[in-house]
């Protein structure tokens, strides 16, 4: 059964930075492409960043592309996510998330409901 565990998150003032880490285990990292979510009290979850198995391609949701950044070491089974200049609105619980790749090609999912596995998340409160 996979296993993923985040840390990173806290508090900071608006154009503060963060850096989220996940921890993968249980399974083979390199055969999930991965993403960060997040919940915002009374909000759905969202997407913010995915990552292919190999590293080599990134996706974001369109309010933090040149503020965050995400990226995997496949070494050490981690997850990253850099956020900067950070605002009032990034407030939320954030979540790593694991998607199984079964089929050659298969395209990095922005859906949640696409990922089998999930942290138990990470606050990130963001004050202005």
């Known amino acids: 059964q996979v296993r993923l565990v985040e840390s990173g998150g806290g508090s900071v003032q608006a154009g503060g930075s963060l850096r989220l880490s996940c921890v993968f285990s249980?399974?083979?990292?390199?055969?999930?492409?991965m993403g960060w979510f997040r919940q915002a009290p009374g909000k759905e979850r969202e997407f913010v960043a995915a990552i292919n198995t190999r590293g080599s391609a990134t996706y974001y949701r369109d309010s933090v592309k040149g503020r965050f950044t995400v990226s995997r070491d496949n070494a050490r089974n981690a997850l990253y996510l850099q956020m900067t200049s950070l605002k009032p609105e990034d407030t939320a619980a954030y979540y790593c998330a694991a998607d199984p790749v079964r089929a050659i090609l298969q395209p990095v999912s922005q859906r949640a409901e696409d990922y089998d596995y999930w942290g138990q998340g990470t606050q990130v409160t963001v004050s202005s």
């Open positions: 249980g399974r083979i990292f390199t055969s999930h492409a």
